[in-house]
């Protein structure tokens, strides 16, 4: 039984971030939320590596909060996929450089769009005189979960 405020609230944020996740598909983790055939994974590894010419393997997986295997293991799945170029650092043989091949670059450039679209047909489902709100709410939110 629910007995606080904090509690009650805290449920009702429970409630609404799992309508969340289930609203734009977090939860099957083959496809994006802008329905691409791209385990989500992927899809935020090609969204850092189109910001960028090349990227140390290591400032991925930082910029993603993977473990270094995981890394490994995405990076590995890219390649597989003709998405990737890879190769060592002129400067430290024992960085490994990543980059998008063309066809990564392609596959970047068509989630983007995708992406872009979905956010572009969710914002319009939102009366303008709360956008704002909205956003300052998410912000609240990302800072609240990158401090936990």
């Known amino acids: 039984m629910l ?25 099957r983790p083959d496809r994006t939320p802008c329905g691409q055939p ?7 590894a090609l969204m850092e590596l189109a910001r960028t010419e090349t990227l140390p ?6 910029r993603l909060g993977l473990e270094k295997s995981t890394v490994s293991r995405l990076v590995g799945q890219l390649d597989a996929r003709g998405w990737l170029a890879r190769g060592r650092s002129s400067d430290d043989g024992r960085v490994m450089l990543v980059a998008l091949s ?41 800072e609240a979960v990158r401090e936990i």
């Open 3 to 27: 007995d606080t405020p904090v509690e009650v609230d805290a449920m009702a944020l429970q409630e609404q971030m799992v309508a969340l996740v289930r609203g734009f598909g977090w939860h």
């Open 38 to 44: 791209v385990p989500i994974s992927e899809a935020h």
């Open 57 to 62: 393997q290591s400032e991925l997986g930082a």
């Open 102 to 142: 063309p066809a990564g670059r392609q596959a970047a450039d068509q989630l983007a769009s995708a992406r872009a679209a979905l956010f572009a047909r969710l914002l319009q489902r939102i009366p303008v005189e709360r956008r704002d709100g909205v956003l300052e709410s998410l912000s609240a939110l990302v």
